[in-house]
């Protein structure tokens, strides 16, 4: 549209900087002039906040200080003697970025930084599972009694649009159920374990080297992050109130090249599919897919189909992770703040 | 969210009542009070303008006057004396539906519908094709002098959101090219060639007996549906003023069983592509496909691959045809227009 907007100054905070903080800086760093341009907004990080130290600039954080504190020279006068939860609570800005790592059980730090953040009258971009899928009601109620946002698309899929997609490309429509691939990691060692015929623990050790799985993939390969996903997907979507204690889970581990021959042979491929529908059901497990369905992909990619009552069958598929790839999923959750009027 | 509002009152029209048009009024009965509870609208029917008449009630049209017009009783009093203009510009409403056929050429009578809901201070929700294909920037200037939305997502990919998901969900990232199958009935075609190695003729054919082609299905199999609908793209998402006169076009109509035999032999199929690119290159052609790429879906389902920055590749598949697919992309439409701050 060509219409004539003024330029709106959002200042943000970066808690957590590990790749996905720094994608979110590194993003809005080469997207800056584009976003004013496009959605008249003036996104200005002003602190960012990790276990390394804290930097703090009204004015915004100078390229200098956010070098400084990657490399830990905390002796270049760029550092705030402060705590995240004082950057979150104390430095005036609009919007609290959290990318701090998840922790499933306890949902901790991240879970006291979103909740610092909305008592603080700040809005909530994250891209942490571990929060959403402990206490999502309670920060869903904090959000709607502050008339704060709370998103979190990267949390799920990636850069793959999913809660934006449900909420907005598919409004008026009924969800009855969402399947897919939602773990990168477990989806690359099925489909190379296929292709190769070569075992679980071969194609593992393979895929840890080029740095696809982690040195501990039990929450990838135990279908535990998949479910967690779930259970957000069943919170923000379906209204439930579940946790990880809902999902009946079967990971990959006991896949084998035989089981995948088999399944080829008659037509189809395994792949770890989670699954939650309206009635409550969540679930994760290995299941055959028919080669010719659209959840039938490949790699690392990530894949939903969405069952709905009137568009039918959406299904989308997109790189379920990556850490620029997450930060683009963030910056639409930003845009998308400026841009809503109502949820 | 929780957060209470108040309900506000939305009077439609809707011009052009085939298969499109009642599934709108279709879907909106049904989903009446759901829209209230959810996106606080009350969507309200107050006109509606067809060749076989025309149908106006401040109030609501009634069931029965929506069944006078389908079966032509024009005797039941219901019907007003206007035509569809005077309907879109003197009756009060808000958004004129409009899902008149589609004339690629001229655009009309689409095009005078929209330039005159626009004209009166409407919003429009859009199915048809030619008016964007004829003269999308005109219109957009139109809309944005006027400060009304013209929605159109049902004009591409049917039910498979690909605006929406271009300008909400992956706002923020710079869009590279969009590359698809978006026509139904080619894919259908090529499919059950592939499938059964009947020639072209044959499946044809037996697509038009059940309902997939149509008697003349030139605008399907020469690709100008692909093209009108590339054209929109490019206009819409790459800020270009294209016509189909600037689409390269091939059809399907010269494939063999033959080669579709050899594709496959090398791990491919063939399949009505059409592409788009930010550099303004349109072109619709049959094209290998891996096997394993996104794009490969069979049927008669739409699929597009959009090329991202940020994102990467984000594929999306989708019912594209169908009334009541088209019905939920217009919903969606009019939902969006009373939830979206900007552009």
Redesign the interface.
Known sequence: ???K?STQTVRISIVGFGNVGRGVAE?IRR?RE??ARR??LDITIVGIADLRGVIVDENGVSEEAIKALKTGHKSMGTMADMTSVEVIRDVEHEVMVEATPTNVETGEPGLTHIITALESGRHVVTSNKGPLAVEYKRL??LA?KK?KELRF?ATVGG???IF??VK???????ILSIKGILNGTCNYILTRMAEEGLPYEHVLKEAQEIGIAEANPSQDVEGVDTAVKLVILANSIFGRNATCKDVEVTGITEITPDALTLADEAGYVIKLIGEVDREGNLKVAPRLVPK?D?LN??GI?NVATIK?D??????????GA?P??A???M??D???I??????
């Open positions: 549209m060509s219409m907007r993003v997207k584009e976003l959605y008249g869903m109620e709607a008339e698309e850069a793959m649009p934006s997609l907005g490309d598919l409004a008026g429509n009924e010719d659209p992909v490949g990619l709905t009137l568009a039918g069958d959406i299904t989308v598929i997109g790189k990556g620029i790839e930060a683009s999923a910056l639409s930003l845009i998308g400026y841009s809503q009027k109502v949820q």
